[in-house]
């Protein structure tokens, strides 16, 4: 061997114990970055459960905790309960599981086991099974705050096991633009129980909704139930019997500190002889009415596009008054 390859293997293995030295350096420094992020989510977590309970809610993620080393943030509850501040309406889970990848921290799937219980003044309380039920949210991270749910097969039930409907498919996003409220979602057989006898003659339903609320975004956060100085733009409302009937509404619709509605619309109407059958199904006692309206709107055509206003809470269909609506809560 000669004496000039001694320093050159020497300089190689300097230059070896350098790298396996930085690469440890890196793996230290890597470790010590994600507990850090992870000790933020948490932070997070506590914030926001803390700014709820602020408004007099009650919110819980039980035991929750963060884990997915090293390329995710995993965080988990044992169960979810919100009880709003009026202690009407609640929503409690089994368990909930949230899971960012390190390189796109914006996205965050959410996974919610099922049932759900669920209580609203106007249903009372609902069990609620699903086949699937998944999510994305979106945090406010250099954009604007999102998010969209997935689910397939779901069933709500009274709790002494009661059908009360069920939904085949649905989907939806709620995005916060600024201060208002962007809302998109679709469903699929809709179909309602033995609790709404009538309603439960209808076939199975499939809707659209597409909208801006003005200041939903602040409206939501502030868990009021007015919508009186809110305002809408409908680009998009639609529900459908079949594949070949449906009525879709586009325009604006505002409600002043009273509660009275003000809205200029287009209502379509396609196929209506098929919507006015669908709508005696669940509404047999206004069959008179129904045949009447649908005998004045077949003079337009299959697929008439129909001008409607209300001003102050008084609907006008084209030139003829149809009544009024009372002023919302």
Same mark, same amino acid.
Request: aromatic share 6%.
């Given at each position: 061997?000669?004496?000039?390859?001694?320093?050159?293997?020497?300089?190689?293995?300097?230059?070896?114990?350098?790298?396996?030295?930085?690469?440890?350096?890196?793996?230290?420094?890597?470790?010590?970055?994600?507990?850090?992020?992870?000790?933020?989510?948490?932070?997070?977590?506590?914030?926001?459960?803390?700014?709820?309970?602020?408004?007099?809610?009650?919110?819980?993620?039980?035991?929750?905790?963060?884990?997915?080393?090293?390329?995710?943030?995993?965080?988990?509850?044992?169960?979810?309960?919100?009880?709003?501040?009026?202690?009407?309406?609640?929503?409690?889970?089994?368990?909930?599981?949230?899971?960012?990848?390190?390189?796109?921290?914006?996205?965050?799937?959410?996974?919610?086991?099922?049932?759900?219980?669920?209580?609203?003044?106007?249903?009372?309380?609902?069990?609620?099974?699903?086949?699937?039920?998944? @999510?994305? %949210?979106? =945090?406010?991270? #250099?954009?604007?705050?999102?998010?969209?749910? +997935? &689910?397939? /097969? *779901?069933?709500?039930?009274?709790?002494?096991?009661?059908?009360?409907?069920?939904?085949?498919?649905?989907?939806?996003?709620?995005?916060?633009?600024?201060?208002?409220?962007?809302?998109?979602?679709?469903?699929?057989?809709?179909?309602?129980?033995?609790?709404?006898?009538?309603? @439960?003659? %209808?076939? =199975?339903?499939? #809707?659209?909704?597409?909208?801006?609320?003005? +200041? &939903?975004? /602040? *409206?939501?956060?502030?868990?009021?139930?007015?919508?009186?100085?809110?305002?809408?733009?409908?680009?998009?409302?639609?529900?459908?019997?079949?594949?070949?009937?449906?009525?879709?509404?586009?325009?604006?619709?505002?409600?002043?500190?009273?509660?009275?509605?003000?809205?200029?619309?287009?209502?379509?109407?396609?196929?209506?002889?098929?919507?006015?059958?669908?709508?005696?199904?669940?509404?047999?006692?206004?069959?008179?009415?129904?045949?009447?309206?649908?005998?004045?709107?077949?003079?337009?055509?299959?697929?008439?596009?129909?001008?409607?206003?209300?001003?102050?809470?008084?609907?006008?269909?084209?030139?003829?008054?149809?009544?009024?609506?009372?002023?919302?809560?």
């Amino acid at each position: 061997m000669t004496s000039s390859n001694l320093p050159r293997r020497r300089r190689r293995s300097v230059l070896l114990v350098w790298c396996v030295a930085l690469l440890v350096l890196i793996g230290i420094a890597y470790t010590f970055a994600w507990m850090r992020l992870a000790d933020v989510v948490r932070s997070r977590v506590e914030g926001t459960l803390a700014a709820l309970r602020a408004t007099g809610a009650i919110a819980d993620c039980a035991n929750h905790e963060v884990r997915g080393f090293p390329l995710q943030f995993i965080l988990e509850c044992e169960s979810i309960r919100y009880l709003d501040p009026s202690g009407l309406s609640e929503v409690s889970t089994a368990s909930m599981r949230a899971t960012a990848d390190i390189y796109d921290p914006r996205r965050i799937g959410i996974r919610i086991a099922e049932p759900a219980l669920v209580k609203a003044p106007a249903v009372g309380q609902l069990v609620v099974h699903w086949r699937k039920m998944d @999510g994305e %949210l979106f =945090p406010p991270l #250099g954009g604007d705050a999102a998010i969209s749910v +997935d &689910g397939k /097969a *779901l069933v709500a039930e009274r709790a002494q096991a009661e059908p009360m409907l069920t939904i085949a498919s649905m989907s939806g996003m709620a995005r916060a633009i600024k201060k208002d409220a962007y809302l998109d979602g679709r469903f699929e057989g809709l179909e309602f129980g033995p609790s709404w006898p009538d309603l @439960g003659a %209808l076939p =199975p339903l499939s #809707g659209k909704a597409d909208l801006t609320v003005t +200041d &939903g975004a /602040a *409206l939501a956060l502030a868990d009021r139930r007015s919508f009186r100085g809110h305002s809408a733009t409908i680009r998009e409302l639609t529900l459908s019997p079949s594949d070949d009937a449906s009525i879709t509404v586009k325009g604006h619709a505002s409600v002043d500190d009273e509660g009275r509605l003000d809205a200029d619309l287009k209502v379509r109407l396609r196929n209506p002889e098929e919507l006015a059958a669908a709508l005696k199904l669940a509404f047999p006692e206004a069959a008179k009415e129904i045949n009447n309206a649908a005998a004045m709107v077949a003079m337009l055509g299959s697929d008439p596009l129909v001008p409607v206003t209300i001003h102050k809470g008084k609907v006008t269909v084209g030139f003829i008054p149809l009544g009024r609506i009372p002023p919302l809560p």
